[in-house]
């Protein structure tokens, strides 16, 4: 494939250096059969992957409740919605693929535990205002982690982020609304939302890793323009802007710390238990096993349908040839 | 107008996250209750028993809420993301049928839909598809069965696709506008569903010796139930006889031609296993099921019922 010899590059030639830098100097998009460094393609394969995985793995948690939602239309909205993570799988594992590498080679590193996905789909959706949590909350968190990355520097990636960016607002918006119909329902209906909203705010906090001062990778992928904001910077951000939905709702934050700041034109908001999160990132969160298992099951239950596939290619192409 | 809340954002990126709290109407699937027939002429035609068409909506509608169910039941388990999306897709269009069928249903004649506690704000649809027992589900039994491997799949949906086209292309022509208008919108959602199944037949038949024998013997587990597809009911009789639906028998034969096409493409023979029997002669449209209905019943049925006044 001439496509992954160009991206890989000859060896490292000071002007295509040069030349690379001031493409990233320009916020200027870096295009597959550019000439990068390897450190910087390596870490987009590891970054882009991670969200494809993430995306496969996300369908689990909402995909829990297909077959329960309590409503025609609920059920139509969750449906949709867990099929467009699927989408954005597909999308994501075709920017990586313009790196050189395949979806079958990235779904094995998953399933063999060298690639990650977000740490927030290792804990369990327990009731029905979970779809409509994880929408609001464990969405609107991705949307800020991934608003800054439609202006990525790498072109594939920055692309499909925006059409991913798109979708993602709309499913914020339904688990939005679900919530806030919840909420115009009965008292334990609201009683299930608040115990929801109670059981994902720490985990969506952790969503934008942790604090930047433990975020070894941060400050490289910021000189390449790759990630755009810190940590920090987004978990602010995210948390600005949801205390005034939460109000809208009519539900409260599980955080004693959390209150507006004039001085800093920011809240003040407390800290996550990083070591739960360190503990889900070590592969012994409440789910890791089970998504990790769920996947692993479903990739070799479709062993013997992907390998009929390609057995029946191969016949069709030696009766055309 | 309602009164608004807006965020604003400098960033035109970010209006994707700062929309949240604007009261706008264009929501993908519509902020608040609407009714899925709005719109569409429901008058009974001249003629036409009431009750009598309720009955057929309501079989067409099980059949689709059922059997989408089941397919539902893929998502996030099939062999490659694009036939998860694309098994999603037809559990998505068939549920759309089925939304509007039990919605036609209640709407031609409100004393199919069970008595829910006072105060329950579910619309008719939903208390058709969440309020009913097993027995009283008129599927046929094909819909119903749990799901095997990714041949079962293939050949489910083949099989239904195919007898529920026929079924459909005939009832354009209904005399009643809401089943020709679901009819006319569901024949091509239909041949795609058929399209993509058969697709997948003949490369399972003709792909590995592996995937050949699965196939084959898919085709053997579900076929019993096939012939099942074609018996008229009494309901269904009438429905015909009314010029508003459309009597099974009467689709056998294109049912089966189409059938023996993928059959021939696929250089697989016609399964010879036998007819399954009924219980005391009665099958899914009398409302006596298999045992694994009231399982997926119980499944889908419980937030709705553990909240009967619940909004959602």
Redesign the interface.
Known sequence: MTLTETARGPAPDAELERHFEATIARNDRIEPRDWMPEGYRKTLVRQIAQHAHSE?IG??PE?N?????????????L??K??DE??H??YL?SAAETLGVS?LELTELLLAGRQKYSSIFNYPTLS?ADVGTIGWLVD?AA??NQ??L??TSYGPYGRAM?RV??E???H???G???LA??M???D??RAMVQESVDRFWWPALMMFGPPDADSPNTAQSMAWGIKRNTNDELRQKFVD?SV??AE?LGVTFPDPELRWNEERGHHDFGQPDWEEFMEGVKGNGPCNAQRMA?RR??HE????????????AA?QRKATA | MTDHVHTTDEDEHESAYSGLLVNDAHWAFGTDFEDPLAGVDTTIPEGVDAPALAAYALMLGDDALVMSHRISEWTSNAPDLEDDIALSNIALDLLGQARLLLARAAKADASVVPDLPEGSPAPPEDALAFFREAHDFRNVRFAELANGDFADATVRVLLFSIWRLATFERLRSSRDHVLAAVAAKGVKELAYHRDYAARWFVTLAQGTEESRRRLVAALDALWPLWPELFDTHAVEAAAAAAGVGVDPASVREAAEATLDQVLAAADVPRSEAPRRAGVLGRTGRDGMHGEPLSRMLAEMQSVARAHPRGQW
């Open positions: 496969i369908m689990q995909g409740w297909i077959t329960r939602a309590p409503s025609l239309r609920r059920k139509a909205i449906l949709a867990v099929q699927a989408g799988g597909l594992y979806r029905y609107g949307i800020c608003v800054p439609c202006r925006i960016c798109k993602e607002s709309f914020q918006r339904q939005y609304e679900l119909t919840m115009r329902g009965t334990e209906q802007m005034p939905q809208a769920h099951r479903a239950d479709g062993a013997w349908v992907r390998e009929a596939a390609t057995a029946y016949k």
